[in-house]
């Protein structure tokens, strides 16, 4: 079973810059596309933050709008998040997410809270 574990997040203020980590387990991680998705606070949905392919592909939401870098190191299986110019509303849990076309559901991690104030 794939596991996914994520690091980092905490409270920042406006403006303010973070990084959330994210290491992979139990799979072949070359044949996953990794990324990020977030569930802000009275939302049931989980919105696409952004995501990478095993070539580097990045794609984002448009919120992003270029103030986040998604980036993997395939050789430690990890996926990283750098978060600047943070506003109060990108405040949510964020979980890493991993798929495969070799399996028809996604895998996730448990999320890591980002709290931006004003």
């Known amino acids: 079973q794939v596991q996914l574990v994520e690091s980092g997040g905490g409270s920042v203020q406006s403006g303010g810059s973070l990084n959330v980590s994210c290491e992979a387990a139990?799979?072949?991680?070359?044949?996953?596309?990794m990324g990020w998705y977030r569930q802000t606070p009275g939302k049931e949905e989980r919105d696409m933050v952004a995501?990478?392919?095993?070539?580097?592909?990045?794609d984002y939401g448009d919120f992003v709008k270029g103030r986040f870098t998604v980036s993997r190191d395939n050789a430690k299986n990890m996926v990283y998040l750098r978060m600047n110019s943070l506003k109060p509303e990108d405040t949510a849990v964020y979980y890493c997410?991993?798929?495969?076309?070799?399996?028809?559901?996604?895998?996730w991690g448990r999320g890591t809270q980002v709290t931006v104030s004003s």
């Open positions: 997410y991993a798929k495969t076309i070799y399996f028809r559901h996604a895998s």
């Open positions: 995501t990478i392919t095993n070539e580097g592909l990045a």
């Open positions: 139990n799979l072949r991680f070359s044949d996953y596309t």
